[in-house]
């Protein structure tokens, strides 16, 4: 059984003037594979960049070209996302595009209106199920089913 696992953090830590004002936003990612089954998962925090995106995409695209047909299982957790710039907006939707017909299944887990809103859109460009998920052990559960 082939499993390779590993894990990223890109997370920005801003601190602004002497009242220590702190701006963190990035993504962490960590990916297993098993034999020909890719399980993905992803947090993101604060505002998100194109930079933060730069240095992500090259490593999703890397994992899943080692894979003959990939089918992957995403969780992405956006409980701590704040939204993105309107580049790093524009390169969720390329990656999307470029990866949406190898995801099997995303799981978004989430606690504000607009995340929920966000994964139906997202749902039009991915060749697989998206549900939105308010409790992340229905999301893990249903992602696994």
Do not use: C
Not at 62 to 80: Q, Y
Not at 129 to 139: D, G, I, N, P, R
């Amino acid at each position: 059984m082939d499993n390779i696992e590993f894990i990223v953090n890109i997370i920005h830590l801003t601190i602004r003037d002497e009242n220590m004002t702190v701006t963190r936003h990035g993504l962490s990612i960590g990916i297993e594979r098993v034999n020909d089954d890719f399980f993905l998962t992803l947090k993101a925090i604060g505002k998100l960049t194109h930079q933060d995106y730069q240095v992500i995409t090259p490593m999703i695209d890397a994992a899943v070209k080692e894979v003959d047909s990939p089918r992957i299982k995403a969780i992405f957790d956006v409980t701590e996302m704040q939204g993105w710039e309107l580049r790093a907006a524009w390169d969720d939707f390329k990656l999307g595009l470029k990866h949406g017909s190898e995801f099997e299944k995303i799981a978004i887990y989430g606690n504000k209106n607009w995340q929920e809103t966000i994964a139906k859109i997202g749902s039009w460009f991915i060749s697989g199920e998206v549900q939105y998920f308010e409790e992340y052990q229905k999301a893990f559960a249903w992602l696994n089913e």
